[in-house]
C-alpha cells in the first residue's frame, strides 16, 4: 500500500477523493481492522492448531509428538488415524477414564482410543468409522456406569468424521487467544515466542509439541494415544479443584452431575450397550469390556450419599447382560489393590491403577485373550517400580521433574523409571 495513502485517507477537512484513494482508504482500515485477528490466527496456525487429524496422527508417529489442542474438537478423528497407521493388535474404546491404558503395559502394538466416548454412541460412530481402517486382535471396552442413568437434560453425541476430516477455522477460535492473554493462561512472552519460533519453550518436558495445550502445559495426547499432564502432575500447576478428590466429592455431596442420586438407571441405554457391544464383537477378532475403580474415598461418599443404590443396580444389570462376554467389575477399588495415590483424581485412575487391572485380568484369568499381549512379569515388575505413583515416566528424557503430591494427599512419591 502506498505510503502516501494514510495522509490522504485521514487529513482534517478532506470531503473528497478519487475512487483508487478511496478504495485504498478502505484496504486500509480493514487491514488495521484485521490485524488482531490475523496476528491470533498466525498464533494457532504456528503451534498447529489448524492441522487436520490425520496430518497430527501423522506427526504424533513421526516425532513421538503430544497433541493437545485448545480450541478443536477431533479427539475421535486424531484416534482413528492413529489406528490407521500404527496398525495395532490392542485397541481400547473408551472414556476419558481409559486414557491411562499405555503401550508400555503391552507386548503387542497398541493404540488408546479412550477420550472419544461421552456417551455409549460415541463408541458405536467410533467402531463403524475404525472398521474399514483397522480390525485389532483385541478391543478392550471401558465403561462408566453414569452412561446407564437417565437423562434429563439430554444426550450428546460427539463428532466424529475420519480420516478426510478437516480443521476448521473461524471467528470464535481466532479470539481464543485474547481470552488467554486476558486470563493469564498464555502469556505476552509466550505469544511473541509461539509467532517468531513456532515453538513456546516448555517448563514441563520436551515432546514434540502440537497444539497450545501441549505447548504450555505439556498436556494432551501421545502417540500411542494415552493422556500426559506434565505441569499437572510435576506439580507445576494449581490444582486446587481435585485437590483431596474435592471436585468429585463435591459432585457427590450436592447430587449433581454424574453422581446425581435421583438419576435412575435408564433401560434404553442397556439397549444400546447390546448394540455395542455386537459391532465391538465384529470389530475385533477378542473383546474384553472393563468397569474401572473409583478412589476409595469417592465409593465412601457415595454409599453415604445414596448415589450408590443406582450404581449397584446398574453395576447388577451389567453382569446379566454381558454373560458370555469377558467382563470385568472393577469399580469397587479393593478389586484392583493400589492406593489413592495412584489416582489423577476423583474419577480417574493413573498409569498404574490401569496397569493394575490388566494383571489383575492376566493373573486372575489364565485363559483371558489378554494373556498373549501381556508380559505378566514385565508387567508386575513395572508396577512394583511405579508403585504409589499415578504415571509413570518410562524415558526420564521427556520430563523436567518428577511427579508430584499434586492432590495433597501426604503421598510419597518417588522417582519412577523403566530400564
Known sequence: MNSNVAPI???????????????????????????????????????????DPDSIG??????????????????????LSLTAHLKPDVVVLGSSRS???????????????????????DGINFLKLMKPLRHPKLLILQLDHWWFLDAPLGRAEREISGLNAVTDVTLPKLLQPYHWLQDGSLTLAQA???????????????????????????????????????????????????????????????????????????????????????????????????????????IAAMDDSGASRAVT????????????????????????????????????GGDVTYARILEHIAEQNPTSSLGQFVDLPGLQDLIDRNEGLSFIQ???????GLEADYLNLNCAKQRSELH
Open 99 to 121: 486414557l491411562q491404558f499405555r503401550d508400555i503395559m503391552f507386548s503387542s502394538t497398541f493404540v488408546n482410543a479412550g477420550g472419544v466416548m461421552g456417551e455409549l454412541r
Open 58 to 79: 501423522r506427526q504424533l508417529i513421526k516425532y513421538d509428538g503430544l497433541y493437545g489442542t485448545a480450541v478443536n474438537s477431533n479427539v475421535g478423528d486424531v484416534k
Open 313 to 348: 443396580v446398574i453395576r447388577e444389570r451389567l453382569h446379566e447382560l454381558l454373560q458370555g462376554i469377558e467382563y470385568y467389575d472393577f469399580h469397587e477399588p479393593d478389586s484392583v489393590g493400589g492406593t489413592d495415590c495412584e489416582y489423577l483424581n476423583g474419577n480417574h
Open 192 to 298: 511473541i515466542e509461539g509467532l517468531i519460533s513456532r515453538r513456546i519453550s516448555p517448563n514441563w518436558g520436551n515432546y514434540y509439541p502440537i497444539g497450545v495445550q501441549a505447548h504450555v502445559l505439556g498436556r494432551g495426547f501421545r502417540m500411542d494415544g494415552s493422556f500426559l499432564d506434565s505441569k499437572l502432575w510435576l506439580g507445576l500447576e494449581e490444582n486446587s479443584a481435585s485437590l483431596q478428590f474435592g471436585a468429585i466429592l463435591g459432585q457427590i455431596h450436592r447430587s449433581v452431575g454424574s453422581f446425581d442420586k435421583t438419576r435412575l438407571p435408564d433401560p434404553k441405554m442397556f439397549a444400546e450397550l447390546a448394540d455395542l457391544i455386537a459391532l465391538a464383537q465384529s470389530s475385533a477378532d477378542s473383546l474384553i469390556v472393563v468397569l474401572p475403580s473409583l478412589p476409595r474415598p469417592v
Open 9 to 51: 485517507c485521514f487529513a482534517r477537512g478532506r470531503t473528497t477523493m478519487r475512487p483508487a484513494q478511496f478504495l485504498s482508504c478502505v484496504g486500509l482500515v480493514l487491514l488495521f481492522c484485521a490485524a488482531p485477528l490475523l496476528a491470533s490466527g498466525a498464533l494457532l496456525l504456528r503451534l498447529g492448531e489448524f492441522e
Open 394 to 400: 518410562n524415558d526420564p528424557s521427556h520430563y523436567l
